[in-house]
């Protein structure tokens, strides 16, 4: 068994490349399963507020998401630099490309923290949200824009560490600042003990306090060397070619992110036409899939993304492209399992979510639409996390691009009219664009264009 001295100094551009990524991804899936049950625990304590809370929740949530996804894209390109130059031996280079990320990030979050607070109210009403929703998601908006600094500076800090090499770090952060979330969640929502009953706000203060933690313990890690990089600013200094560097590789991931979110806010638009039950069902749908399948899976792809960038540092794309496979091949054993699960239990799931009967009707015919994308999400996620991880941004920024605007929202907007299938066409939008990125992902990988890429 792998001692924990033994993991930190491993290098992981050599040995078994099967044996790497499972040791390399297991503490990342553990780490993301611990993050995402946060907006788990959220969902189940507000859906006893009623299906309005639920869905100002739903609502509100996605419009923090197109902000946030601009700093996950920027955060991708300092992850692919640090993984390059770790796997090229250059642990200085690393430590100096770290410390102009974190100039990137906590300037980014700040702006958008500023400008969400102010534009919260205005962002929901273009959306057509119905007045008592829009009422109960503009606070939880803003709080969760506060969060924001918080919650860019533990990403900083958990690309740093995992693009390292040390995953293991991250998970254990992630243990407690999820104890700490559903602790405070209901307590706050609720009124438990001597806590004020603040209803959804609650539910962000919740998340205000465990980033904070969280972001304030990596930094500690970071700065006293507890992780396989030691962060150090003795000799600091602004460097823009690295930056330069940075953004260059992020600004594709950036745009790949904020346009999905913006996308996704938009088909968000379409559902609420057909009602704040249809809203409800697609903000547990959300929940579920992207939650409890998704962000699994993403942490194996990002395990695999950070093998492929280190290989690609060392000189080694063919053990990157090993990796790569491998980590699809265990999506795919994943996924259908849990589409077995979701095609016979799809109501059970639904319920422990939500008691209200109409809402569960509407998720769970939601969740077995998805079951489609999900026998081949392993392939666009994985693949897409590679590419991501040797820096080769632009492609999947591109397929994104084309299948989101070019295929997913024209067929969300006619699909529903066209194909009389109400709101049930907007899901199958959402899953025709996940099978056709899967193909695109799948053709240029095995073109091998992704082995010539430079950073």
Known sequence: MTTGGDFQQRNWTEGSVFHNLLSLSWPMLVSRSLIVLRPIVDTIVVGRLGAAS????????????????????LVLGLRAMV??????????????????????????????????????????????????????????????????????????????MEASGDTRTPMKIAALSTLLHVIFCPSLAYGWWFFPRLEISGAAWAGVIAQGV???????????????????FRNFKLDLNMIWRIVKIGIPASTTTTQRALADLILMRFVVGFGTLAVAGQTLLSKMVNNLIHMPIMAWGMGAGVLAGQNMGAGRPDRAQRTAWLGVALCSVLTLLVSI??????????????????????????LRIEIVSLLVIGLAIVLSQCLNGVGD???????????????????????????????????????????????????????????????
Not at 57 to 69: D, K
Not at 93 to 111: D, E, K, P, R, T
Not at 214 to 232: C, D, E, F, M
């Open 54 to 73: 639920l869905a100002g929740v739903g609502v509100g949530a996605m419009v923090v998401m197109v902000a946030q996804s601009m700093m996950w894209g």
């Open 83 to 160: 993984a390059r130059l770790v796997g090229a031996g250059d642990k200085e280079g690393a430590n100096h490309a770290a410390q102009q990320g974190y100039v990137i990030s906590i300037v980014l979050a700040i702006i958008l923290a500023a400008i969400g607070s102010l534009l919260a109210r205005k962002m929901l009403l273009l959306l057509g949200v119905e007045t008592d929703v829009a009422a109960l998601a503009t606070p939880y908006i803003r709080i969760l824009f506060v969060a924001a600094v918080f919650m860019i500076v533990r990403h900083t800090n958990e690309a740093i």
């Open 214 to 232: 969280a972001a304030s313990l990596g930094l500690w890690v970071l700065l006293t060397g507890r992780s396989r990089l030691q962060l150090n």
């Open 341 to 366: 699960i979701i095609w016979f239990w799809a109501e059970d799931i639904t319920r422990i979510f939500t008691p209200e009967a109409e809402v569960i009707a509407i998720a769970a015919a939601f």
């Open 393 to 455: 941004t632009l492609p999947v920024m591109l397929v994104n691009l084309v299948t989101m605007w070019g295929m997913v929202v024209p067929l969300a907007y006619f699909l529903p009219q066209a194909g009389n299938l109400g709101v049930y066409g907007v899901r199958w939008a959402m899953v025709a664009g996940v099978v056709c990125r899967s193909i695109f992902y799948s053709v240029y990988f095995l073109s091998g264009r992704w082995k010539r890429k430079k950073i």
